[in-house]
């Protein structure tokens, strides 16, 4: 079995990457290792986030680093809020505060109920000894449902609906969101790079 350290402390993405990724390989996240401090994600792309921890967590941990920088893209807000995803309306807004946030934002910009087009996109960076082996990109297309709808997944999951389907995110199982999504998308982008790092 390979071990992967997430450079990450959002349990979401790292029991998703680990389910997508399958029982070949061990992830472990940055909760594992308290001493590592938060990284600013001072990129201004998901590619420079992602690369920025996955160098700085590899640099001070052996073996192979996954860092996963992603977030919502809606069309009628120019794409926000894109690489602000996670601090959209404050830095500690909870969820449903960023979901307020951009609800609003969508009646404010005038997009009808039927054109609220978004993508979700993933971008994955893969790095070992403070080296960059390689990075990923996932996307899912979609549209802004009315309303929050669902129980399951995290942050904007309960407003996303994935072309192809009437439920949100989050109304939808684990197993169906981790078959389509940005993640899985660029996780399958990346497994047969992370299988030939393995036998490095
Ligand atoms: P970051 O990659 O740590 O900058 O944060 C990504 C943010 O984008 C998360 O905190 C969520 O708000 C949002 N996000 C990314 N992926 C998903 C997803 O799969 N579902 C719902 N929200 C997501």
Redesign the pocket.
């Known amino acids: 079995m390979q071990h992967l350290i997430v450079a990450?402390r959002?349990a979401h993405?790292t029991r998703?990457i680990q389910q997508i990724l399958g029982s070949e390989f061990a992830v472990c996240d940055l909760c594992a290792y308290p001493e590592i401090s938060e990284m600013t994600?001072s990129g201004g792309s998901f590619e420079e986030?992602a690369t920025l921890k996955a160098i700085a967590v590899s640099r001070k941990r052996p073996g192979l680093v996954i860092a996963?920088?992603?977030?919502?893209e809606i069309e009628a807000l120019g794409g926000a809020p894109g690489?602000y995803?996670?601090r959209y309306a404050s830095t500690n807004s909870t969820?449903i505060e960023?979901i307020d946030k951009l609800m609003e934002e969508l009646v404010r910009a005038g997009a009808k109920k039927d054109a609220r087009r978004a993508r979700?996109r993933?971008v994955l960076a893969l790095a070992r000894n403070g080296q960059v082996l390689g990075v990923f990109e996932g996307i899912v297309a979609g549209r802004i449902a009315d309303r929050p709808r669902g129980p399951h997944?995290?942050?904007?999951?309960p407003i996303?609906i994935p072309d192809g389907f009437e439920k949100t995110?989050a109304e939808l199982p684990a197993e169906v969101k981790n078959n389509i999504?940005?993640?899985a998308r660029a996780c399958r982008a990346l497994s047969a790079e992370l299988r030939a790092a393995a036998t490095d």
């Open positions: 990450t959002n993405k998703e994600e986030n996963d920088d992603s977030g919502l690489i995803s996670a969820n960023k979700f993933c997944g995290f942050g904007y999951d996303f995110f999504s940005h993640r």
